[in-house]
């Protein structure tokens, strides 16, 4: 399983940026995924994470305190993929951000947790 974020890039503070991650290889399920992002000499750190959902309703989703009503996490199922909308963007907000997503691949699996490599986001003030 790959997992390929794309988006990052430098933006001035109060801006905005939308990260994608796309999921490819051997899967049957995607169940949860998520955004995380480690700041310059911090440790990585959740952002938001979605849930699967069904056919009818959308996942449900959980934020960071830090970024609630700023940033929308969402999905596309029938494309494998992940986003992040950022927007009020400030300086503290730059980090690299990876994308995680748990994976089935198999009917018996429970899922298994796939990192991608990351994208950074440079928010200058």
């Known amino acids: 399983v790959q997992l390929q974020a794309s988006g990052g890039g430098l933006v001035q503070a109060g801006g905005s940026l939308k990260l994608s991650c796309v999921a490819s290889g051997s899967i049957l399920r995607l169940n949860s995924m998520g955004w995380y992002r480690q700041p310059p000499g911090k440790q990585r750190e959740l952002v938001a994470v979605?849930?699967?959902?069904?056919?009818?309703?959308?996942?449900?989703?959980n934020y960071a305190d830090s970024v609630k009503g700023r940033f929308t996490i969402s999905r596309d199922n029938a494309k494998n993929t992940v986003y992040l909308q950022m927007n009020s963007l400030k300086p503290e907000d730059t980090a690299v951000y990876y994308c995680?997503?748990?994976?089935?691949?198999?009917?018996?699996?429970?899922?298994?947790?796939?990192w991608g490599k990351g994208t950074l986001v440079t928010v200058s003030s």
């Open positions: 979605i849930d699967s959902g069904t056919m009818l309703i959308s996942g449900s989703t």
């Open positions: 995680n997503a748990d994976v089935s691949q198999s009917p018996y699996d429970y899922g298994k947790h796939y």
